[in-house]
T-cell receptor, first 109, second 114 residues
């Protein structure tokens, strides 16, 4: 069974702080996606990373795919209350998505 | 309507009830999915339909019965559920040959089985 381990599982920070969420696996993925899910809603795709070592930026969010395509990180700079939510990574393997268990982020004003 | 819609948003049912969840996608995609989301667990893929044909059934108990009458609509028929089936049921769609299988999710149906 392929597993994607996300850490930390819970994160509570103050507005303005920086944070990093990690997504690790022993399996290689053809690509990796990050989603954000807000309470009462479904996950929304933030980004897809495809190439080993790839870095993508989405405003204050920076996503990196590991060189070996087994891991990924999400870094948020100067977090804001609007960043609060559940962050999910999902690796693509054989056309299927394998999800991590999520990181629940709370940003307090 | 845009994106992926799901009805109902909330459902409470007894163990002997029969109910159905409905999903509709307005994105012109060719694949649709049912996922189960339980607290502190990864999203569990239940069923996959590609061009209305079921291509995946992840060992889901027969008390869950999917139906895909066309590429825009997906149903999940529920019968004789157990309390441990209480969860958020998410529908998603994607354009599979687009390469990365990027999925678009509906808001989910919060199911409580008493």
């Amino acid at each position: 069974t392929q597993l994607l381990e996300q850490s930390p599982q819970f994160l509570s920070i103050q507005e303005g702080e920086n944070l990093t969420v990690y997504c690790n696996s022993s399996s290689v993925f053809s690509s990796l996606q990050w989603y954000r899910q807000e309470p009462g809603e479904g996950p929304v795709l933030l980004v897809t990373v495809v190439t080993g070592g790839e870095v993508k930026k989405l405003k204050r969010l920076t996503f990196q795919f590991g060189d070996a395509r087994k891991d990924s990180s999400l870094h948020i700079t100067a977090a804001q209350p609007g960043d609060t939510g559940l962050y999910l990574c999902a690796g693509v393997q054989g056309g299927k998505l394998i999800f991590g268990q999520g990181t629940e982020l709370s940003v307090k004003p | 309507e845009t994106g992926v819609t799901q009805t109902p948003r909330h459902l409470v049912m007894g163990m002997t009830n029969k109910k159905s969840l409905k999903c509709e996608q307005h994105l012109g995609h060719n694949a649709m999915y049912w996922y189960k989301q339980s607290a502190k667990k990864p999203l569990e893929l239940m069923f996959v339909y590609n061009f209305k044909e079921q291509t995946e059934n992840n060992s889901v108990p027969s008390r869950f019965s999917p139906e895909c009458p066309n590429s825009s609509h997906l149903f999940l028929h529920l019968h004789t559920l157990q309390p441990e089936d209480s969860a958020l049921y998410l529908c998603a769609s994607s354009q599979q040959e687009a390469g990365y299988n990027e999925q678009f999710f509906g808001p989910g149906t919060r199911l409580t089985v008493l």
